[in-house]
């Protein structure tokens, strides 16, 4: 593994301060891409029906067609750009209400000052700072099924990282290896694992003591892995593969550790104010089923008692909010663009098709073999659709009837769907988010890749222990 990080430090004594392509435009290329292969793949379709325990429209297995190609044409594709932010509308907005809070609460001082008080309490044991991040944000995901949400702290934890001698990099690790770590040991998270297991007709939430193991090992092992790079990049700064980009976009952007004073009692009611609502947020995901309406209720009252203790007046909460909205563009226009490639594959009748030749070929693998081949399955599949609960309703139906065919539990092939649904959300380019966090960081999607490819080895070696594990037990 060392040996993909040699050279790192050579390569950045010769590589020149470039332009590199804008996450935007890559998406751009990957919508222009996916038109192309409606030219080439056949088109066809499932039958769908709605589901009565999910209301969500699901695949009838074995109902697949052949239909008349419906290759898209210029038109179409700049059509779906603006589709594309239509269906994202309710996450876009979601993440505006959450950019506009996190200002408010900002605009008040009361995190910066109080990351910059602990900071100077951690000084010299800087590192821990990456397990004190990291699971509250794997949690996040686990519990709740956060990931979107994350997008907001981008800002304060790569200042923080960049502060204590860190890079974008191991900032980016924090929040999204934590959060990809959370999804794929998935405990509660009503959007991924417990719409599968509705499909599936298990009780919800149900072998909860095996995820609970497999969510601290992956957590544990993400853990260390950042914490690894992030002491490499500390002893020798010029070991980051962004230590050229930090140079130049992010050296500014330290946490002033002088002359720190203690939170004002404003301040203090401003965080009180602000834990509370995550607190309720979290427990409304979990007792009552919120989502993004109630949350960005939640979110949005937040902002504004928080940003009234805080010392805010109206006028100035009104100007945080725009700017927290202005902040969070970015990765509301990703978002939409990701979203943009699914509606070019829909639309040309090509994804359904694309979804019955790899189930097809998952047929055809024996028994045992059967977990790792649907975990494979989920993690290629995820690169097209990476919404979790959008892709539990297409191949649950389908993975359901291969598990009954094979002699497999039903919750083996859960597990294979959400474990599958994870890794890829961070590695692949249709991820709006992790190229809006990037671009927030400043740091090319290469760079990126190349950080994380290592960890995806492990992360691949851990999942298939827990579904080989499963499938022995009869899980």
């Known amino acids: 593994m060392l040996k993909l990080f040699q050279n790192i430090e050579r390569e950045n004594e010769s590589i020149k301060k470039t332009d590199t392509l804008h996450p935007m435009l890559l998406m751009v290329i990957v919508v222009v891409v996916c038109a192309f292969m409606s030219f080439i793949i056949p088109a066809?379709?499932?039958?769908?029906?709605?589901?009565?325990?999910?209301?969500?429209?699901?695949?009838?297995?074995?109902?697949?067609r052949y239909v008349e190609k419906t290759p898209v044409n210029l038109l179409v594709v700049l059509e779906s750009l603006t589709l594309g932010m239509q269906e994202a509308a309710g996450i876009i907005f979601f993440l505006l209400i959450i950019g506009g809070m996190f200002a408010i609460i900002n605009g008040t001082g009361a995190l910066n000052v109080g990351m910059a008080n602990v900071l100077k309490r951690l000084k010299g044991r800087e590192i821990l700072l990456i397990p004190i991040l990291m699971i509250p944000f794997g949690c996040g995901s686990a519990f709740c099924g956060n990931f979107e949400e994350f997008l907001v702290f981008v800002p304060l934890v790569l200042a923080c990282c960049i502060t204590v001698?860190?890079?974008?990099?191991?900032?980016?690790?924090?929040?999204?290896?934590?959060?990809?770590?959370?999804?794929?040991?998935?405990?509660?998270?009503?959007?991924?694992?417990?719409?599968?297991?509705?499909?599936?007709?298990?009780?919800?939430?149900?072998?909860?003591?095996?995820?609970?193991?497999?969510?601290?090992?992956?957590?544990?092992?993400?853990?260390?892995?950042?914490?690894w790079l992030a002491h490499m990049v500390k002893v020798n700064p010029k070991f980051s593969g962004s230590y050229l980009y930090d140079e130049e976009f992010n050296k500014g952007k330290k946490i002033k550790l002088d002359n720190v004073g203690k939170l004002t009692n404003r301040q203090i009611y401003a965080l009180i104010v602000f834990l509370l609502g995550m607190i309720f947020s979290v427990f409304g995901m979990i007792k009552w089923g919120y989502y993004v309406d109630e949350l960005a209720g939640i979110f949005l009252a937040v902002g504004i008692i928080g940003g009234a203790v805080g010392g805010l007046r109206p006028k100035n909460m009104c100007e945080f909010f725009i700017r927290g909205c202005k902040d969070m563009m970015l990765p509301c226009i990703m978002i939409g663009l990701a979203n943009a490639a699914i509606v070019v594959l829909s639309g040309a009748n090509v994804m359904d098709t694309v979804l019955h030749a790899m189930t097809g070929t998952l047929q055809e693998l024996p028994g045992r073999a059967l977990p790792i081949g649907m975990f494979i399955f989920h993690e290629l599949f995820n690169v097209i659709v990476p919404s979790g609960s959008a892709q539990a309703a297409i191949t649950t139906p389908l993975m359901v009837a291969l598990a009954d065919k094979a002699g497999m539990t039903r919750q083996t092939a859960v597990l294979a769907y959400q474990l599958?649904?994870?890794?890829?959300?961070?590695?692949?380019?249709?991820?709006?988010?992790?190229?809006?966090?990037?671009?927030i960081c400043r740091v090319p999607f290469g760079k990126w890749v190349r950080y994380l490819f290592p960890l995806f080895i492990i992360w691949w070696l851990v999942a298939f222990a827990f579904l080989m594990t499963a499938s022995g037990t009869g899980f």
């Open 44 to 64: 066809g379709q499932y039958e769908r029906v709605e589901s009565e325990e999910t209301g969500r429209e699901i695949v009838v297995p074995d109902s697949f």
């Open 165 to 227: 001698g860190f890079d974008s990099l191991t900032a980016v690790g924090i929040i999204f290896i934590a959060a990809t770590a959370g999804y794929a040991g998935s405990i509660t998270n009503a959007f991924t694992e417990g719409t599968a297991q509705k499909i599936a007709g298990l009780p919800l939430f149900s072998g909860m003591g095996l995820r609970i193991v497999m969510f601290i090992c992956l957590e544990a092992v993400s853990i260390a892995y950042v914490m």
């Open 420 to 439: 599958g649904d994870a890794f890829t959300n961070i590695m692949a380019p249709t991820g709006g988010e992790i190229l809006a966090a990037l671009a």
